[in-house]
């Protein structure tokens, strides 16, 4: 084979599978009201942290499989949010802060408003909104793809 030739080929094998190999779409909370209003559909919050095992095992694989990723894209809107983020995040008309609970520790008002199950707060959490932001799921653990996929399907029927 001539090196034209294989660098031909390389480069169409590399193009075919960017094509195949799909990006999940994320958006933020400030754009997601925006977005709610040309097209309403449910919202998986990903709520997580960097030191977070579970959660960082959960990008790595679930948000990864292109069966989870082709039906957050069609069908939800996808907040992935750092529940220690120090931004402030205007939502529905309320500003939410992070506050501090230690020396170097704290958390998001909206992390805690969105994640917090029976009193606790465990990442990761997975939390799906209605089209009228109202709560439908919230899960303080880590999910694979096939869990999420049952949890997405259910929320949809």
């Known amino acids: 084979m001539r090196p034209a030739d294989f660098i031909l080929l390389l480069f169409l094998l590399l193009s075919t599978s960017s094509i195949l190999s799909q990006e999940l779409e994320t958006t933020t909370f400030t754009e997601l009201e925006e977005n709610m209003k040309q097209d309403?559909?449910?919202?998986?919050?990903?709520?997580?942290?960097?030191?977070?095992k579970f959660c960082t095992a959960m990008k790595k694989s679930t948000f990864k499989e292109d069966a989870v990723i082709k039906k957050l894209n069609q069908q939800f809107y996808?907040?992935?949010?750092?529940?220690?983020?120090?931004?402030?995040?205007?939502?529905?008309?309320?500003?939410?802060?992070?506050?501090?609970t230690g020396l170097k520790t704290g958390i998001h008002q909206l992390a805690e408003q969105l994640g917090t199950v029976d009193g606790q707060l465990t990442y990761p959490v997975s939390v799906i909104l209605n089209q009228d932001y109202e709560i439908q799921f919230q899960h303080n653990a880590f999910l694979g793809p096939d869990e999420l996929l049952n949890v997405l399907q259910a929320v949809n029927d």
């Open 40 to 52: 309403p559909r449910p919202v998986l919050v990903f709520l997580y942290t960097d030191w977070c």
């Open 78 to 100: 996808y907040v992935p949010f750092n529940g220690e983020s120090r931004e402030d995040v205007v939502f529905l008309g309320a500003r939410f802060r992070y506050q501090s």
